[in-house]
């Protein structure tokens, strides 16, 4: 035998000079997080300032990040992302906290991240950029979230608009009675109509209707609907019990779903398991808004959105892994 060299990447000897090394693991120690083996594997270092390493990590006895290239399927110090900072020998990104942000890789300390301005807020962790509040409401510097100009208003976050809370009105610049859309102006509450015996309030327009007469073809279209007065809607004919789709036997036979990303790509993967252990691994082309030093595995459900609605989607077969995101 002609002994193993700890070039492998990542790691140091442990046995003594001129031993033969017979296999890796008991003659090799992997070099642990936040430091990297350097490419002789004689010893490990402290990973870079403004880089993170995983275990097993390599590299050149002095990094320049310019001047090396990965080998592929290598672990290399990986420059720290947007939102994070990265202190020497750092094992993993330390994200910039709520109501700051960092817009530039390779941060070396919290100094990076700065407040929002102004007006902007953040209210997660570890973000490259600041969101604005909106024409309806305002924020002080370093705010996690927006504040309503508005009295009795919600802050959405979703598109900055301020909204009535449940149960409140407002009126517009004509003096017509809104109970929904954004404005600065204040929301006072409203007072229901007791409704008769016989009729139940719809949830969506507080309207008092009767049970009998009621038509959900407005909201289920042709297939029409049941109106149920203990959620206040119809529900729809053509609604379908998952049940019926997927019973127990196939249950117990559908993958499941997580999404994990690469430590060494920083690409996300999306992980489909079977039931007995087999997996099958597919790499997400044009994937944005994922924090790359996220590396937790995350259960995943699959769902489909069209001009019909939504609706969620199971899958038997660990061979659909790959054709559902393209």
């Not at 020998?89 to 960092?102: D, F, K, L, R, V």
């Not at 070396?108 to 570890?126: E, K, L, W």
């Not at 597919?282 to 489909?304: C, H, I, M, N, W």
């Amino acid at each position: 035998s002609s002994g193993i060299n700890a070039e492998s990447g990542g790691w140091k000897a442990a046995a003594e000079s001129g031993t033969l090394r017979t296999d890796l693991k008991t003659f090799c120690t992997p070099c642990n997080a936040g430091l990297y083996g350097n490419l002789n594997g004689t010893r490990c270092l402290s990973c870079p300032k403004g880089h993170y390493c995983v275990e097993g990590t390599q590299g050149p006895d002095v990094w320049n990040s310019t001047t090396y290239t990965c080998p592929e399927g290598s672990k290399c110090p990986v420059p720290c992302p947007q939102g994070t900072y990265c202190p020497i020998e750092s094992p993993a990104p330390i994200p910039c906290p709520a109501g700051t942000y960092n817009d530039v890789k390779m941060g070396v300390g919290s100094d990076v991240c700065r407040n929002c301005s102004v007006n902007t807020y953040n209210m997660f962790t570890g973000q490259a950029k600041c969101k604005p509040c909106g024409s309806s409401a305002e924020s002080k510097e370093g705010a996690k979230v927006c504040t309503c100009v508005g009295a009795n208003r919600y802050f959405l976050m979703s598109d900055g608009s301020c909204r009535c809370k449940s149960g409140f009105i407002f009126y517009d610049e004509t003096d017509r009675k809104e109970s929904d859309g954004n404005s600065e102006f204040d929301c006072q509450r409203s007072v229901d109509v007791r409704c008769q015996a016989g009729q139940m309030r719809l949830s969506t327009s507080r309207e008092c209707v009767t049970i009998e007469d009621y038509d959900c073809m407005t909201e289920c279209g042709r297939d029409g609907g049941k109106l149920v007065p203990t959620i206040g809607r119809c529900i729809c004919n053509t609604l379908v019990d998952p049940t019926e789709v997927c019973d127990e036997n196939c249950l117990a036979k559908k993958p499941t779903f997580n999404l994990q990303v690469d430590q060494a790509t920083g690409k996300l993967n999306l992980v489909s398991t079977l039931p007995n252990g087999d997996t099958s691994t597919v790499t997400l082309p044009k994937v944005t808004g994922f924090k790359e030093y996220d590396t937790a595995s995350r259960r995943t459900q699959v769902v489909s959105f069209n001009d019909a609605g939504f609706q969620g989607k199971k899958y038997g077969d660990n061979r659909n892994c790959s054709i559902i995101f393209f």
